[in-house]
């Protein structure tokens, strides 16, 4: 069991069949893997994950990116998840484990098309009445294609904000210790508080606030540095911030 090899193959084929059919793959894995997961550390005293911890932690973290509707009823056992393992700090642990961080918080943030699809009755009819073959080079308009969306609400954003606030308090009064001398960090520490801030970062990046203030430049450039806005949802704006103040 290694994730090199033969767990990106393994974590490959268990998305495939999860995205196929998610509420069916996240019944049969999640639970499952959760609890082994977090069995495998209560009984570890090591410092590092031990190769079966990793070799799951691998899969769990390719088959949370499912439409967020659908990921909201494994929301607590993936946070316990989330507790065990983020602080270990080895390079892998950290890659496996902010990997899982970020594509849970993109799963319930992320406006993003659930299928994909080029035909308006899709793919999801037996082959003795259709072959996909037959759609080849065939053109449909894109308005009548009726793709469907994951679109956040309240409820998603919630999970997210929880998630996302449990851990960015604990690196920001890490790192605010450290700035004011009161507390000692190795570099790989400071390189794991900076990685984690990074992931939930990116990990609810769609649902953060433009910044509205002065641009920071570090050096000068004859390129428009402005954020471009695009509209991707009519309704409802949702928004998540850290202590009433915009993250960014």
């Known amino acids: ?17 999860v995205r196929v059919r998610p509420e069916i793959g996240l019944k049969t894995f999640v639970p499952t893997l959760c609890d082994s997961i977090i069995g495998s ?37 993936l946070s316990h998840v989330l507790d065990k393992t983020l602080p270990f700090l080895s ?11 970020k594509n849970i918080l993109r799963t319930l943030t992320l406006f993003c098309p659930t ?7 899709g793919f999801d009819r037996p082959i003795s009445e259709y072959l996909p073959l037959d759609d080849w080079g065939a053109c449909v308009a894109p308005q009548d294609i009726q793709i469907d969306w994951n679109i956040p609400d309240q409820a998603m954003i919630d999970e997210a904000s929880k998630i996302l606030l449990k851990h960015l308090d604990k690196e920001v009064e890490t790192l605010t210790h450290w700035m004011a001398g009161e507390k000692a960090l190795t570099k790989e520490e400071l390189k794991h508080s900076v ?20 641009i920071v430049q570090h050096q000068s450039s004859k390129t428009n ?5 695009h ?18």
């Open 195 to 214: 990685t984690i801030i990074l992931n939930l970062l990116q990990g609810v990046g769609s649902q953060l606030p433009f910044w509205e203030g002065q």
């Open 41 to 77: 550390v209560d009984s570890s005293n090591g410092t590092d994950l031990d190769g079966q911890a990793k070799f799951q932690l691998q899969i769990l973290s390719k088959i949370v990116s499912v439409p967020g509707k659908l990921l909201m009823p494994y929301v607590s056992q």
């Open 91 to 101: 390079k892998e642990d950290e890659e496996l484990s902010g990997a899982l961080l």
């Open 1 to 17: 069991l290694e994730c090199k090899v033969s767990g990106k193959i393994a974590s490959g084929l268990v998305k495939c069949l």
């Open 115 to 121: 299928d994909y699809k080029s035909t308006v009755k």
């Open 231 to 248: 509209v991707v949802n009519t309704g409802e704006n949702l928004h998540i911030s850290y202590k009433g103040e915009n993250i960014r």
């Open 225 to 229: 540095l402005e954020h471009h806005k």
